[in-house]
């Protein structure tokens, strides 16, 4: 698995699952396809916040890889 804490792992375009800011809490996961990166470090601890083709906003907790 890919790791959604660093920047240069995560592209537009790319399925991935975030955790939104409503859901940190519970850590529910919400899959989606990255829109935009907002994250500008190389790195973040929390995982690489991005906009997903929804508009939902959350940071990247698994990119998900195809088999």
């Not at 829109?35 to 906009?51: A, C, D, E, F």
């Amino acid at each position: 698995m890919t790791d959604g804490k660093v920047r240069k792992n995560i592209k537009p375009g790319l399925a991935v699952r975030v955790v939104t800011k409503a859901d940190q809490k519970s850590g529910k996961l919400t899959e989606g396809v990255t829109q935009k990166i907002l994250t500008n470090s190389p790195t973040h601890p929390h995982g690489i916040k991005v906009r997903l083709e929804t508009g939902e906003v959350g940071r990247v907790k698994e990119v998900i890889v195809d088999k």
